[in-house]
Nanobody, 117 residues
Framework: QVQLVESGGGLVQPGGSLRLSCATS????????MGWYRQGPGMQRDLVAR???????KYADFVQGRFTISRDNAKNTVFLQMNGLKPEDTAVYYC???????????WGQGTQVTVSS
């Protein structure tokens, strides 16, 4: 059974930082491109950042150097370090795993990030 479990969300003041984690099980982690997406209230789900098994990173323009995605293949976990958080970053953040060749995709349940003073 495949599981993606996000953690690390919460309430933070503007300018603060959070580190999200997504622990996976049931997949061969190194075969998957891992991504973080977010969905604000009434909004579509948007890509935030993505990292391949070979550590190639891709970021949304709105990240603007504030966020860093990383992965630990030994722990089957992907991280999202978020610095300089803004109120507009408030959203549910989802972890996604996409197989590099097969048509396989899995999602976590999401973790809420709220940026407010």
């Amino acid at each position: 059974q495949v599981q993606l479990v996000e953690s690390g969300g919460g309430l933070v003041q503007p300018g603060g930082s959070l580190r999200l984690s997504c622990a996976t099980s049931g997949i061969i982690f190194s075969n998957y491109r891992m991504g973080w997406y977010r969905q604000g209230p009434g909004m579509q789900r948007d890509l935030v950042a993505r990292i391949t098994g070979g550590d190639t990173e891709k970021y949304a323009d709105f990240v603007q150097g504030r966020f860093t995605i990383s992965r630990d293949n030994a722990k089957n976990t992907v991280f999202l370090q978020m610095n300089g958080l803004k109120p507009e970053d408030t959203a549910v953040y989802y972890c996604e795993a996409e197989h590099r060749t097969l048509n396989l995709e899995y999602w976590g349940q999401g973790t809420q990030v709220t940026v407010s003073s």
